[in-house]
């Protein structure tokens, strides 16, 4: 079955940079767009990023544009969000999600546990 | 962006009630090329991850219970949960895939 994991959350000061990993296996990496969404605890869902089936293409959401980079490992079949210049307003869970189509406009049919990061001085 | 707006933010309920949870989106979300609503249902349960419910406004996932089910188009859409069971306490998001960014609603609390 599918299975998402992901790793890397951890509690840094503002102004480093972090990444994080989710490691995917059950289905073929290749063949699916995959997303970052975050979650502040006790609060909504926040979608982050996006990465195309064969990483041609990347989106991000304005409020990380020029600090976060998505991307994919295909030897690995992982997923990686390198994050730089944090601040605390990006303290979440990070959640991995792969889309149900290929196509990165799809609803999100797969979750990982979710990764916490904590930006605090 | 598309703003999704959902009703109530929180409601209580019997077991065995039925409970209606609507989202209005800010613009149109049927893409007219294949007639699809691009919206999905989560549900969220505590210290658990968002899981898919239902997709494409209406298609219920697989394993999920029949109770559960989905309906609206363009702009008005709803989540109905008949006969509410106990562990259906969680929180639900609908979620508009549209265009990008793709947003969330602000979800619904459903308590027992």
């Known amino acids: 079955q599918v299975q998402l994991v992901e790793s890397g959350g951890d509690v840094v000061q503002p102004g480093t940079s972090l990444t994080l990993s989710c490691a995917a296996s059950g289905f073929v990496f290749d063949d699916y767009a995959m997303h970052w969404v975050r979650q502040v605890p006790g609060k909504g869902l926040e979608w982050v990023a996006v990465?195309?089936?064969?990483?041609?293409?990347?989106y991000y959401a304005d409020s990380v544009k020029g600090r976060f980079t998505i991307a994919k490992d295909f030897s690995k079949d992982t997923l990686y969000l390198q994050m730089s210049n944090l601040r605390a307003e990006d303290t979440a869970v990070y959640y991995c999600?792969?889309?149900?189509?290929?196509?990165?406009?799809?609803?999100?049919?797969?979750w990982g546990q979710g990764t916490l990061v904590t930006v605090s001085s | 962006d598309i703003v999704m707006t959902q009703s109530p933010d929180s409601l209580a309920v019997s077991l065995g009630e039925r409970v209606t949870i609507r989202c209005k989106s800010s613009q149109n979300i049927l893409y007219r090329s294949d007639n699809k609503n691009y919206l999905g249902w989560y549900q969220q349960t505590p210290g658990q991850p968002p899981k898919l419910l239902i997709s494409?406004?209406?298609t219920r996932e697989s394993g999920v219970p029949d109770r559960f089910s989905g309906g609206g188009s363009g702009t008005d859409f709803t989540l109905t949960i008949s006969n509410v069971q106990a562990e259906d306490v969680a929180v639900y998001y609908c979620?508009?895939?549209?265009?990008?960014?793709?947003?969330f609603g602000q979800g619904t609390k459903l308590e027992i």
């Open positions: 990465i195309w089936y064969d990483g041609s293409n990347k």
């Open positions: 979620h508009q895939f549209y265009n990008r960014p793709c947003t």
């Open positions: 494409w406004a209406s």
């Open positions: 999600a792969k889309t149900q189509t290929g196509y990165y406009l799809a609803p999100f049919d797969s």
